[in-house]
């Protein structure tokens, strides 16, 4: 499975932005898809997931209400939308999927694109 994360850019404080990762390889339809973060100097953080299926999602407490993640599994893509954004949400974002195949749980990763936030 291969992952491409694109979207990133430069915004000012309260701007909008929305990236986008597009799967290749693999059953997209049946892997859960998140979003992950790191700033510099910071480890490597979950910002939002979503299940196989688009019918359950979670967010880190920071995101909540201002972040959407989403997937379309016919394009074997998963988008967030992040609104209001702040200088804190300064950071690489990568996209992660998760591959379930009985008890072994596969993780793939994307490249990351940055997100720059200026106050």
């Known amino acids: 499975v291969q992952l491409q994360a694109s979207g990133g850019g430069s915004v000012p404080a309260g701007g909008y932005l929305r990236l986008s990762c597009a799967a290749s390889?693999?059953?997209?339809?049946?892997?859960?898809m998140g979003w992950f973060r790191q700033a510099p100097g910071k480890e490597r953080e979950f910002v939002a997931a979503i299940n196989y299926d688009g019918g359950s999602t979670s967010y880190v407490d920071s995101v909540k209400g201002r972040f959407t993640i989403s997937r379309e599994n016919a394009k074997k893509t998963v988008y967030l939308q992040m609104n209001s954004l702040k200088p804190e949400d300064t950071a690489v974002y990568f996209c992660?999927?998760?591959?379930?195949?009985?008890?072994?749980?596969?993780?793939?990763w994307g490249q990351g694109t940055q997100v720059t936030v200026s106050s």
């Open positions: 390889g693999g059953i997209f339809s049946g892997y859960a």
């Open positions: 992660h999927a998760e591959e379930v195949v009985g008890t072994t749980v596969n993780d793939y």
